[in-house]
């Protein structure tokens, strides 16, 4: 690993939300960045994403906390751009050592797993698990020459327990925790640890712009105030908030978690543990 002072990180779906909070907390911590991002609507889902401008807005935080940062317009269903963002991080910083793969939607979901239609099944594999996978084996072979890095999974408690009407969902991230650990030990004797962070509810929280729990709601046509119903599962009593997650990456990213290889480390409030 290069010094802790320097370490260049690329964080996918950093317009908004968790990855935005997970791109301020390694700004904090004095990474260089490469903040990756759709950037726009795509038709097949069916709600809005992030835009360019929220892009440049977290680009526009992370400088504000002293870091070097770079935005890189991208899709990671496409090799192409994930192979301009690991060129811009050599280009401008020179090395990569982690990578944050947060990129991930919610819906299409909302039906019983028959009623799944195979483009809606598509899509949320090929953004939530295929993506994850490229993004991942790109950063592998330039870590690899580099002897470290860490790569950090964005899954969720659904990649540990099933929800009804989410079978697209629950697939793709049950994929992303098996990646996880078979990743890990492919990768562990070339110095470079993989591990997952499985988040439970996030708070949308409205300065980092976020919408997925509010899109878990719309796919399950929740009515009312769906944070409060969500609470009420939670043993904590408290939503997650984005900074618990990012807390947890930018540990998973240091090396006070070295011996951290292939784990799935749940942040969730108690949910899994009822
Ligand atoms: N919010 C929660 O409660 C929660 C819980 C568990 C897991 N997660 C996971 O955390 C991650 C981030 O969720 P969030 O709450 O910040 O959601 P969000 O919708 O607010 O942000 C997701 C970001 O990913 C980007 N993105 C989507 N598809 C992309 C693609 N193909 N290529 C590049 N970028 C793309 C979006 O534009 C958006 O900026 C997701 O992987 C999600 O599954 C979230």
Partial sequence: MASE?????????????????CSVRLAEANMSLVLMDIGKD?????????SESQLEHTRRLCVEMGANAETATGDVRNIGDIDEAMRLALQRFGRLDVVVNCAGIVSPSGSSVEEVTSDDWSTMLDINLTGPFQVLSAAARIMKQQGSGSIINIASTAGLVGYRHFAGYVASKHGLVGL????????????IRVNAVCPGSVHDAPELEGRMLREVANALDLNGDHEQMFLRDQPSNALVAAEDIAETVAWLASSRSRSVVGSIVTVDGGFTSR
């Fill in 5 to 21: 002072d320097h370490l260049v990180a690329l964080v996918t779906g950093a317009a908004r939300g968790i990855g935005r909070a």
């Fill in 180 to 191: 996880t650990k078979a990743a890990a030990l492919d990768l562990a004797p070339h110095g």
């Fill in 42 to 50: 795509a038709p097949e889902v069916p709600y809005p994403l992030g």
